[in-house]
Every structure is written in C-alpha cells, then in structure tokens.
C-alpha cells in the first residue's frame, strides 16, 4: 500500500448517506488521548434493517422506515401512548447500551416523554434492557441521548414510547439510534482440538460435529454428563456466553442444565457458569445463554449434566462459545521500565521481563522486589496478567503479587493482590485475571515473598492484558505506527508448518488475510488472528500463496502489513552443512531445532543440534534424546563432516524461540580466552572434502553484554581473522536480521551477528575455527551456529567508508544524516531498529524536527555478499542552539564553588580546597592529599547525560574528577556516573575513564593517556546518549562503548568533586546510603586543578563539545561557546490527510490534503491515481460495491 496518512472506506450499497469521519492519523490520535482508544458506541441499526410498527396508524408519508433512515423525515402513530417500533439489526446480535432520539419538526406535546426498550432472540418473547424518563427537547431536530447498562446481546428489538407530552394527535420522533456494538462471536472453529468426554458415539455423529457450522449433530450414548473440552486455536479467549443448536431427532434428547469450566493446562478447571437450558421450541432452534465472566480462559469444558428424560442418549447440533479473543500484552520491548533496586546481575537485568523471550529477571534483594513499567501505547485497563517462571530452582519464584496503577508514576493505587500459583515446571506460563474498571499510565508489580529461596527471585516473562475492546466494521487506516516487525517471505518444506509473524506495536487485534495464486483479492482466513500464523501441512499447491496482516485498534484505526510470500522450499544444489549449539543455563536454553525448521543466511533446512560446551562429533537425536545422532546435510543425506569443539560452556542468548532463526541463534558456547595467542577456544569441523568452501560463523550474545570478540580460521592457506563487538539480543530482536562484520583489524571492529570467510581449502580435511574474548566476562561471548557450505563463495559485501554520525537538532529545523558506502546493491536506513520506507540512498533527511524523531538512526547496506550496518547515529532534537540548554549544574570555580545554575545546590570547599588561577578566570584547587568538594544534590540525568570540565593534573597519581558512585555499594547501585583519569602503581600510564550506571552494568569508555600530558590544562568530557557512552578529550572522541537504556536514578543525591569516596555504614556494617560520604582512605585524591564543570541532563553532540574546547581555549566559558546547531526553519512536510465527505448530487465528495488522491477497488491493492483530483476538493462517481479511497 502506498504510504498515506489515512484511508477510507465507503460502501456505496447501504452506507452512501453514513459515513463517518474518522481520525486521521494514529499519531494524532494517540496524541490526543494518551493511549488505547476503546471502541466508541454506534448506531447498530440502518436504513433497510427489518422493522415494524407497533400499529400502522400512520400517515402515508411518515411511517415507521423514516425512525431509522438517517434524515429528518419523521415517523408519526395516532395511537399517541404505546406508541413505537420492533427493529432486527441486519449486522446480528449487538449489545445495545444507549439511544439517541431526535425531535421531530411539529409541536413538542407529540415528543415520548418515557421509553421501553426490551430484546429478544426470536421476535417473540422479549426481555427488558431499560426503561425510563425522556429528557425534554429544547429545540426541534435536538438529539437526546439515553445511557444505561447492559452487557446482553440480542437479536431483535422493541422501542416503546408509553407516554407523550399531552398531545391528543400523535406521537412522533425524527430519528431513533440504538447505540451500541456488534456482540461477541463464536472464538472456536472446526479444525480446533476437541475432545469428548466419551468416545460413545456413532462413527458419523462424533464430537468434531458440534463445531463445524452445519446442522450435522454430535450424539452421545451416556446420556447424563456428556459433553466436550474444547480448545480455541486463537489462544486466550473470555467466554461469556453460549448458543446451543438442536439437533433433529426427539426433543427428549436435548440437554436440560449445563456446567461451563475454564482451564490453562486442560487439567484443572474452574467453573464460569451453569444452569438450566430453557426448551427449544423447535429443531434446529437456537438457544442463547449469557453470563459474567472477565477471566480469559486457554481451554473450556462444557458439560450437559442431564437431558429431557431420553434413555437413549445426548444430542446437539451445534455450540459456540461467544466471547472474545484476549488483546496482546499492553507492555513491548523498549517500554520505560524501573527495576525495584538494580540488585542484579548484569545479563539478568529488569528488562528482561518485558522482552518477550525466555531470558530473565533475577533481583538479589529477594523480598518486596518486582518493576515500575509505562506502556508506551498510553492509558490501559488492565484487567490480568501472566507470569512466566524461569530456569532456576522453584524456590527463587514469587509466591505472591500486588500490582498497583499510576497516572503520575507518584502515587498508586492498588488493583488486585494475592497468591502466585506454583510453577509445575520451568518456563511454565501462570495466569491471573481480576476485576478492574480503571485505567492508567503506569503499573507497579511487586513480589512480597518468593518460594523460600536465601538468593533471589527471578521472572523470566511479565503480560499485562488489557479489557478487549468492540469490534470495528469500517477502518480508518495509517501507513505505520501500529506495526514493529513486519512479517517476511516465508520458505517451507512440503508437509511442515510454516508460521508466519507479525509484531504489533502494543495489544492490537490482528487478522490475517490470503490471496491464493492467481487470484487478485485477498480474504481473511477464519480465525487466524493471532500474531503469528501457522499453516499447517504445507502442500505444493500453496506456492506462491500470498499473506498479509491487518493490524486493528479498539479505536478501529488500521495497518495493512507487508505482502509476503509462502514458498515451497527446494535444497539447493550447493550443498551445506549447519550446526547449531543446543546450549544452556538460562535465557530459553538449551535450544533445539527441528529438522524442518529453514534458517541462515544461505537458508537451509536439517540443521544438526549440538550439546555442551564440548564435543566429539556426534549430534543431538530428537527421537532419543540423547547426543548419538548422525550429521546431516542440507539435503538431508548422512555426511561425512563432523565438528569437534572445546570451549569455555554453555549459555542462552535470549532470541525469541518462536521462529527457525531464533531458535538457531539461542543457544551459544563462550569463550573466556583472553587473546586468539592465549588459548583460544577451538572449534574443528573435520571430514571435509577437498575443495573451496566457505564458512559463515553466527554470534550473539547475551542480553545487556556488550563484550568484544576475535575470530580465527586456519585452513591449509593460512589464516583469516575477523574482529567485532557481537550484536545482543537486545540490540537484535528489535531488527531481526544477519548483519555482516568484515573488519579484519582489531583497531576497525563492528557490530554485527555474522562473520563469513570465504576460500577455504581444508588440510588434511579439517578447518580449525578459535575464538577469544579481550575483554570477556560473565557469560559471554560465543558463537550460536556455524554453516559450511561446500565449493561455494560469495560476492564481496559492501564497504562502509564513512559512518552516519551522532547529530542534535533544533525542533523546527532540517537534519541531514549521510553514509558513505561502496558496492551495496540496497541501502535501507532504519530509525529504532526499524527500516524507515523510502529512505533508501545515501542521505536521510528530515525538513522540519519535532520530538518524534528523536532516536538512534543506522544504514543497512547489503549486496549477494550480505548486510553490513553502520554505527548508531543518535539524533536529540533541542528547543533552541544554545549550548547551554539543559544544563542542570554548573561550577565556574571564581572563587568559590558556587552552583551558577538557578536552584542548584552550591558545593562546599572541604579540607582547605581552595582556588587560583584557572583557564577560565579562577578555578578549583587541590592538593591530592585531602582536598575535595561536596555537593549535597543535583538534577539527575536519566535518558542521557553530559559532564564537561577542565583540568590540570598536577599530582603524579592523577586521579578522581567528578562522581556520583561509590564502588562498595554493590551491583546496580553504585551511583549514576564517574569521570576520573587513575594512575594506579601497577599502570604503566594514566587512564581516562567515562563509566556510567545502567541498570546492573557499568559500561565504561576508557583509554590510556601519556603522562607527559601532566602538568598543562586539558579539556575532558564524556557524553551517554541511551546508546553509547564517549569520551572526550581536548575536543575530540577517545573511546566509546555501547550500551542500551537509562541511566540510573543513584541510591544517594550528591557529588564528589576532586575524590574518590565511601559511605559510612551502621551498627550491622550495611552501607547507609542516606549518609554522608568521607574520602576514601589510602584513595589518592585529585592533585591539580579543575575548571568550568558542567552536567547536562542531554547529550551534547561532537560539535558542541569541541565549541566548549575552542571556546575555553580562549578563557571563554561554557556559556559563551558559540552555537553550532543550524536553528533555520526547516520547511513543514505536507500531510497527506483526507478531512471530510459528503454526499452531493448522487456524488460523494472528498476533501483533502496532499499531492495525490488514489483510489482501489480492494484494500490491498494497486491503487491509482483518480484523474483530475486536486486538494482541497474533489467529487467523484462510485458504482455499486466498496471503494478504497487513499490521499498521499
């Protein structure tokens, strides 16, 4: 579909006089409401629904049919009381919970002054909904609208007016609207795994029968306590009715009562309603029972109990369970989320509960720990959740939860508590559902207790499921915004199960469309709607079949995905050999994958698992369980080569296992070798036949870990050597997709999750794979899989001669980002992760910033040879140039250690700090014995940061320079920051050091610095962008290391200035944190100078920290830097929008914006252009049928 801000719609049939406006684009909306949009109420009924008068005691000209024709016509009855109407809405059963009734043109004593509005599911017997008062209409044409419970769907209504206004004519009413919306459907279809209760039934009259929608019946023999489980293909469902069919033999047969029960595991069962099952008058007669639920169930069973005194048996031609399929989880990955305490190790961090994988949560500080978390989809009614348990001891699980609701992130408010149901096994999913009718922004879940363990609780996945939302029959529809992933063209073997992903940008409703070969229009296939689809038994008729995803809101905007393409899956005739490492310990491992499951860069299917940290050969049987398999190659013949490996253990990278690649990348084998030189870890793939063959190496770490990796290949030519930082699986499952690193010196080492090396001629029939990890630790890194592919080489990948780099802009002005890159074929630069549609050269521009675009931007370039990505580029957009915006603390040192931002704390001179000369005016001086400053607060940078200062290192220890931190407070609450220059006794040289906190882990950029530098004024800066963290000195970058998410909020408030410091601690030698912090003792304070500091709560760009150093290079404070962001207006995109329609001469008429208007007869497509079309206005002609009108 072509990109457009909005789609519309109209069917010219039975709709040409409806139409509503909707709003334009999703970001406007969720601008203006500040979250999930509920369903808004409708008029269920419309012109040509069938209707009838309580009396035809009426003129000609104003019957019945004008109540519901959506124009001012009238309908008048002479009976005057009693007065109204019986309307069968054509769209079926709808839960009705208002009216809206117009005033008609003559004199008001002929207005209703009361109402009764009942339903029915047979035309004849009716129910009361409500009944009441009729507000007076001050005005004629005026709109009155009635409001009252009701949660019952019905088939047919009756609207009665008992009373007038004292007219003696007549009773009259302009309009009625029944408003409400469509009642919840069937969530079974035939196809979903049903089980009897018994197998005692005729061979044609089974239990599959009473799901199939037809008059065929199921027919059982017991009589008395029959039934069926049932388990809806669409996964959680609330049920919260039931339609009952008769069949066609004696009504004796009928069941009389019911038992309904819900399940999570098919095993235990909770009861949601029984009761009687009123008679049916007739066979083949449906009957309808409602009842309270709000719990979504994965299983149900329905039990008949008795029936209507048969000795023969039980039967029933149809059932279905009406409800709705539960909406997704309201959090995603990325959302702003706060760990109770960062007591936790570095890969096992807080975000690991929202990421949608099997990695974990695991806090130390075991009781009352849990996570703060605001979905970014804005205000939601939560009403259940579920919890994942993770893969370590039972006793580490939480036992009880409060979850509590915000809408300042201040003060909460308690929506449900209670007990944790135990875990039957690792990574079993738990569920709990409760009642809540309130929304908010932010959610708090706390787990008081865990399961007795002395170390820590641990979670490996956390929902939030929101109340679901109407049904929609018209979309309005945007061109992005509700789609994270897209889905992608999807091979399959003959006889497998293909699945198909889409993912949603919160807990939208999803339906999947298909379009068979040769067909032109695409159709939603019955209850695939779920984010991922599964197509079972795949045939090789289904070749070439295209699929598509309409993504939906409760507020019924909409996005078509991406077509794509199913794919009958040939073997090459390149043959290859995969091998994947099962791994283990945490994060979904160990990992196995199936022998159909395609994967890799060159897509195979048969990969070989293999177990363990080491290995002899053989390969994980799936039949048996055990290592004593054969390998395999893509062809699924035995073959010859064979792997051998020793290595450092075992992991889990945390990739989603829900796909082939995911589950290929999950498992890994590390290495703790600190050099290729130094005992390496090796890897032997041995029996390889003679020839040129080529091997692609995956790699990605675990979660959070940000740990380089060197790569070695020794076959009979020599040696070949890759060096990267391996992406984790945080940084890849937003953009899942290979990335290529070909750096081939240490001193040029990327990012990516894939190494290929080309040429390879075996020795002796071996090639001999090592690795090491430089400045490894923890868990990783490792290697996921390897593939050999024989007698195969590749077209050199592209070249990135210039990456993108880090920009700050002004809102309102143009950004220009660039890549400089040779022999790529494509170029796709993404936002976030995600690829930006049309940005495909090598400029990115945008003509007018807002807040929007703030955000990491990066360039995949790719050829036959691979994809390579570029480096980050973090874009802030800022109000103004000015350096000094956001500048939260700010310390000339003239004279004193003033703060000279408004409201900031000033420091205190501790221990005879004095001040002299300085490069700016005076500055602060230190003797490095004792000599500190202390502040007692500053504003606290979260999202990104930057600390600037000059200095003079005087003392031959060098030293601290400005911190927040105290190294004995223990993992995730060391503090916010530290900006220091050690010279520790062993070193051989000074270090500058920019070390920041992020949850559990310190990424620290570093670099040695020659001490002849000692003894002159230096300019240093370090800057963290929610990306990186840089350092700087004397103006330009000196390292950097990536990181990902906020900065933390420190356990206590001050800065150290000039030292290194500690905490004092109580009685029970616990670290009080609220306490004052002392001079480390045998610490070695700054001996020299410090000028000009500075901290702001954003992240200067390059060059604005090298207008801080030209400026202070001329004794010019940070004030006076001279800006270098380009604050021209930039020129405002035209918005492609249509704003209005209506009806005029038989025509409809469009108005709106943009520079093209496009029309289709199906919603997917092509469109073209309509002829003549200009903005602001245009009319045009539509034959019977649906149009899909688009502006661009």
Not at 67 to 72: C, F, H, R, T, V
Not at 532 to 543: G, N
Not at 1114 to 1126: E, F, K, Q, R, W
């Amino acid at each position: 579909m072509p990109p457009s801000c909005e789609m519309r719609k109209y069917n010219t049939m039975n709709r040409l006089t409806k139409l509503r406006l909707k709003t334009t684009c999703l970001a406007l909306l969720l601008a203006l409401t500040g979250g999930i949009a509920q369903a808004q109420l409708s008029d269920v009924t419309q012109p040509g629904d069938t209707i009838v008068a309580t009396s035809d005691n009426s003129p000609g000209s104003e019957g019945v049919t004008n109540a519901i024709d959506n124009a001012d016509t009238k309908y008048l009855n002479f009976d005057i009381s009693d007065t109204g109407l019986t309307v069968t809405p054509s769209v079926g059963l709808t839960v009705v919970s208002g009216l809206a009734l117009t005033s008609a043109n003559d004199g008001p004593d002929r207005d209703p002054t009361t109402f009764l509005l009942e339903g029915s599911y047979d035309g004849a017997n009716f129910v009361e909904i409500a009944s009441g008062d009729v507000a007076d209409f001050p005005d004629r044409f005026y709109t009155n609208h009635l409001f009252f419970d009701n949660a019952i769907p019905y088939a047919t209504y009756r609207l009665i007016f008992p009373t007038v206004d004292d007219s003696t004519c007549c009773m009259q009413i302009a309009e009625v609207e029944l408003l409400g919306s469509q009642a919840p459907g069937d969530v079974t279809q035939p196809g979903d795994i049903i089980t009897a209760t018994s197998d005692n039934s005729p061979g044609s009259e089974g239990v599959t029968n009473a799901i199939d929608n037809a008059d065929t019946k199921y027919l059982n023999f017991d009589i008395v306590s029959t039934g069926f489980t049932v388990s809806p293909s669409v996964g959680l469902t609330i049920v919260s009715g039931l339609s009952l069919t008769s069949a066609n033999d004696g009504p004796d047969r009928d069941p009389t009562t019911f038992m309904f029960e819900g399940s999570y595991d098919g095993v235990n069962f909770v009861e949601i309603a029984s009761g009687d099952v009123a008679d049916f008058p007739t066979r083949f007669h449906k009957n309808y029972l409602y009842f309270d639920n709000s719990a979504a169930y994965l299983t149900y069973r329905l039990i008949f109990p008795t029936v209507d005194d048969s000795t023969c048996c039980m039967q029933i031609a149809e059932v279905e369970l009406l409800g709705v399929q539960l909406p997704g989880d309201v959090t995603q990955p990325g959302d702003t989320i706060i760990a109770s305490s960062d007591n936790s190790p570095g890969s096992e961090g807080v975000t690991n509960a929202i990421d949608n994988a099997d990695t974990k949560y695991l806090n130390f500080d075991i009781s009352d720990t849990g996570l703060t978390v605001t979905p970014s989809v804005g205000l939601t009614e939560v009403i259940g959740m579920s919890l994942k348990s993770a893969n370590d001891g039972p006793d580490r699980d939480p036992t009880t939860f409060l979850l509590e609701g915000s809408n300042d992130g201040s003060a909460f408010m308690e929506i449900a508590s209670g007990d944790v149901a135990d875990f039957p096994e690792r990574f079993h999913t738990n569920y709990i559902f409760f009642e809540n009718s309130n929304s908010y922004q932010t959610y708090r879940l706390t787990f008081p207790t865990v399961d007795g363990s002395t170390c820590c609780m641990q979670i490996a996945e956390i929902e939030l499921f929101p109340k679901p939302g109407g049904a929609c029959t018209d979309f309005s529809f945007v061109s992005s915004g509700l789609i994270t992933q897209q889905p992608s063209d999807t091979p399959a073997l003959v006889g497998s199960t293909a699945e198909i992903q889409v993912t949603p940008s919160g807990p939208w409703n999803v339906q999947w469309l298909r379009k068979l070969v040769g067909e032109e229009t695409a159709v939603s296939i019955d209850g695939a709607t779920s984010p991922v689809l599964s197509i079972q038994d795949v045939s090789a008729d289904m070749d070439g079949t295209v699929y598509q995803a309409l993504v939906s809101t409760p507020g019924c905007e909409a996005q078509l995905s991406q077509e794509v393409v199913l794919n009958i899956f040939e073997p090459s005739s390149d043959v290859s050999i995969g091998f994947t490492f099962r791994g283990s310990g945490a994060n979904g491992a160990p990992t196995e994958m199936s022998p159909t499951d395609i994967a890799g860069f060159v897509p195979q299917a048969y990969w070989n698992n293999l177990s363990g940290g080491s290995g002899d050969g053989t390969t994980y049987n799936l039949d048996s369980g055990a290592d004593d398999g054969i390998p395999t190659d893509s062809n699924n013949d035995a073959t010859e080569v064979g792997v051998e490996f020793t290595t450092s253990g075992t992991w889990g990278a945390g990739t989603r296992t829900s796909n082939a690649t995911g589950r290929m990348l999950n498992g890994m084998v590390r290495t703790a070798a600190p050099s290729l030189d130094d005992d390496p870890s090796e890897i032997t793939l041995y029996g390889l036949p003679a020839g040129t063959h080529s091997l692609i190496v995956y790699t990605v770490q675990v979660p959070l870990e940000f740990y380089t990796l060197d790569l070695e290949v020794e076959d009979s030519n020599g040696t070949q050597r890759r060096y990267l930082r391996p992406e984790n699986s945080d940084e890849y499952k937003p953009s899942p997709n290979f990335r290529l690193v070909t750096s081939e010196e240490s001193s040029e080492r990327s990012v990516g999750n894939m190494a290929i090396f080309r040429g390879l001629s075996p020795q002796n029939g071996e090639i001999t794979l090592r690795l090491a990890a430089p400045d490894g630790g923890d868990r990783g890194p490792g290697i996921n899989g390897l593939q050999i592919l024989l007698d195969k080489d590749f077209v050199p990948p592209p070249t990135i001669n210039t990456h993108p780099v880090s920009s700050n802009g002004v809102n309102g002005s143009a950004l220009e980002l660039s890549i400089d890159v040779s022999g790529a074929d494509q170029i796709q630069w993404l936002k976030d992760g995600q690829a930006i549609a049309g940005a495909t050269g090598a400029s990115y521009s945008i003509a007018s910033l807002t807040a929007g675009d703030a955000g990491a931007y990066s360039v995949s370039a790719s050829n036959e040879g691979g994809s390579i990505s570029s480096q980050a580029a973090v874009v802030d957009v800022v109000s103004s140039n000015n350096i000094s915006e956001g500048l939260v603390a700010y310390f000339p040192f003239d004279g004193n250690a003033d703060n000279a931002v408004d409201g900031g704390s000033d420091g205190e001179a501790r221990n005879g700090a004095g001040f002299g000369s300085g490069q700016i005016g005076q500055a602060l001086e230190l003797d490095g014995q004792d000599d500190w400053v202390y502040v007692a607060d500053y504003t606290k940078p979260t999202d990104a940061m930057t600390v600037s200062a000059w200095v003079l290192p005087d003392g031959i220890d060098w030293g601290p320079i400005v911190r927040n931190w105290v190294d004995e407070a223990g993992d995730g609450r060391f503090g916010q920051f530290v900006l220091d220059a050690p010279f520790p006794l062993d070193a051989f040289e000074p270090s500058l050091r920019a070390r920041i906190g992020v949850g559990p882990n310190e990424p620290t950029a570093s670099t040695g610095i020659s001490d002849s530098e000692r003894g002159s004024w230096h300019h240093i800066a370090m800057s963290a962008n929610g990306r990186a963290v840089t350092l700087y000195w004397d103006g330009q970058a000196v390292a950097s290391l990536d990181y990902l998410n906020n900065i933390n909020e420190p356990p206590f408030p001050w800065l150290a200035i000039g030292a290194d410091v500690v905490l004092p601690t109580g009685d029970d030698d616990a670290l009080d944190f609220a306490g004052e912090p002392q001079v480390q003792e045998d610490s070695y304070p700054w001996g020299g100078s410090i000028d000009d500091l500075a901290i702001w709560n954003r992240s200067l760009s390059a060059p604005e920290l090298f207008s801080i150093f030209e400026a202070g290079g001329s004794g010019n404070a940070v004030s006076a830097a001279s800006p270098v962001l380009d604050d021209t207006p930039g020129v405002e995109p035209s918005v492609a929008a249509i704003a209005g329609i209506s009806v005029s001469e038989g025509n409809i008429v469009i108005e709106w914006t943009g520079s093209q208007l496009l029309e289709s007869d199906s919603v997917t497509g092509p469109f073209t252009p309509i002829g003549g079309a200009t903005p602001p206005s245009t009319s045009i002609t539509i034959e019977a049928g649906n149009k899909f009108i688009i502006a661009e």
